[in-house]
């Protein structure tokens, strides 16, 4: 059975950090491309940042310079560093993992206060 577990969300003055951890079970991790999303109220999901098997990154506009996206591979989990927080970060923020299937976690709220 493939899980992924999200953590880390909560809620946060603007200008803050937080760090959200994804971890996986039941797929082979290393093979796996890993991705954020995030959906806010009324939006539809949308990419935050994505790690490939092989450790390359790519980053939505909105975040870039921002967050960072990493993973460790032996301990089956990505990570989103998220630092400089504004109030249209808030959302809840999915993990997913992608090889030949498509996985989701169930999600982590994030609130950023004004």
């Known amino acids: 059975q493939v899980q992924l577990v999200e953590s880390g969300g909560g809620l946060v003055q603007a200008g803050g950090s937080l760090r959200l951890s994804c971890t996986a079970s039941g797929i082979i991790f290393s093979n796996n491309n890993m991705g954020w999303y995030r959906q806010a109220p009324g939006k539809q999901r949308e990419l935050v940042a994505r790690i490939s098997s092989g450790g390359s990154t790519n980053y939505a506009d909105s975040v870039k310079g921002r967050f960072t996206i990493s993973r460790d591979n032996a301990k089956n989990t990505v990570y989103l560093q998220m630092n400089s927080l504004k109030p249209e970060d808030t959302a809840v923020y999915y993990c997913?993992?992608?090889?030949?299937?498509?996985?989701w976690g169930q999600g982590t709220q994030v609130t950023v206060s004004s």
């Open positions: 997913r993992a992608q090889s030949t299937y498509l996985y």
